[in-house]
């Protein structure tokens, strides 16, 4: 049998196995573009996912042709079914059909099918496989193709920046109607997703992340409907206001993120004898590196100050010291191996290289306006007392800014 074939047989077989997913499609007023969807998306499922599904059509109070049109399709299909919601709000339709179905695996796409469909297996295959326990597509990622309006990307990445400023936010695109969710995940967190609007992927999403849940992206192609009916400037209002709203929640510890993560938060990880899991520890091995880079600070800075200055030799004595230092503490203080955003780590540390120096310089530049002629061991002793102070600086900086997670 082939594997098309095999697809196809469980698709039909959704009604004597257990359900593995669930796709929701949230509608208003859509009686022009359901059908469409609807097959389309059917056949696509029955295709390609080799997996018992169903399609839940969820009508937000739609007044026009949307609920015959809903009955027509759960009649022909027997993996579709129609739900009937008396109040609009897309995020009240998915948690409706969410908390209430059956499925391992609950999703939902926009009646539009803005994404390419063939991102709809590597969005859930994480989450059957117990990987992953939330599941987006991200339009932001540098591997999608988009196409959509200069207007609708800004204000996209706009929203997406807010986020990371106001929340501390990890995932890259909030708003991207195309998700999944491990049905378990959704029935514990929905109750606590007070937005019911355009608001309810972000706050899902917060709460996922600070209980700890592997948040999984998945790149997609996508398409902007030219046709949206999304009033944009509402929207953003509402969302910033639900921004604020999720913010005090997260600082007053109204949530129950303990409890969630106590529940459905992975283990943390076995901590290895040579990565230090705490505060002294990390001082320790901070100060130890520290003290080694101070000391090839100075006998740089002695050998390159006669052919470059004080200043001179300064600079090219604490930017090499900082890139090597940055490199092991990288490794030996807050346990981070191999090459990933190895790049970015370094770039932060010449970030903090630069305050070191600004310091430092600002150090023997006072002492220079004060003693035009300070000896050479007056300069080296003003230098130390200068660096201890950029190393305190460059600890607190490393422990909450460039290795902020681990160190956490």
Known sequence: MTSIARAADAGRLAGTERLMLDVTVPVFNEEADLASC????????????????????????????????????????????????????????????????????????????????????????????????????????????????????????????????????????????????????????????????????TELLVLAERAGLRIHEVPVDWVDDPDSRVDIVATAIADLRGVARVGRALATGRLPLAEI????????????????????????????????????????????????????????????TAIANTAANRRLTFGIAGRHKAGRHQLQGLVVFGLGLVLTSGSLAALHAWLPDAHRALELTVLVLANLAATVLRFVLLRGWVFRHRAA
């Open 38 to 201: 609807v097959r389309r998306l059917h056949e696509h499922l029955d295709r390609c996912f080799p997996y018992p599904f169903r399609i839940t059509v969820a009508d937000n109070a739609s007044t026009d042709g949307t609920p015959l049109v809903a009955a027509r399709l759960a009649h022909e299909f027997a993996g579709v079914r129609y739900l009937r919601l008396e109040q609009k709000g897309r995020g009240r339709a998915l948690s409706a059909v969410w908390q209430s179905s059956e499925a391992q695996v609950v999703a939902y796409m926009d009646v539009d099918l803005s994404t390419d469909l063939n991102a709809l297996l590597p969005l859930v295959a994480p989450l059957i496989s117990g990987h992953s326990d939330i599941a987006i597509g991200s339009r932001l990622s540098r591997h999608s193709r988009v196409v959509r309006g200069t207007k609708r990307e800004l204000i996209s990445r706009c929203y997406n920046l807010i986020l990371r400023s106001t929340l501390l936010t990890r995932f890259s695109d909030a708003q991207c109607g195309f998700k999944a969710v491990r049905a378990e995940v959704a029935r514990t967190l929905l109750p606590l997703v007070e937005d019911t609007g355009w608001f309810f992927d």
């Open 261 to 320: 993560r106590a529940q459905l938060g992975r283990h943390p990880l076995a901590t290895s004898a040579d990565v230090p899991p705490g505060l002294f520890r990390q001082l320790v091995r901070f100060a130890a590196i520290g003290v080694i880079s101070t000391a090839a600070y100075l006998l740089l800075y002695l050998l390159a100050h006669p052919a470059l200055g004080a200043q001179g030799a300064n600079l090219v004595a604490l930017l090499l």
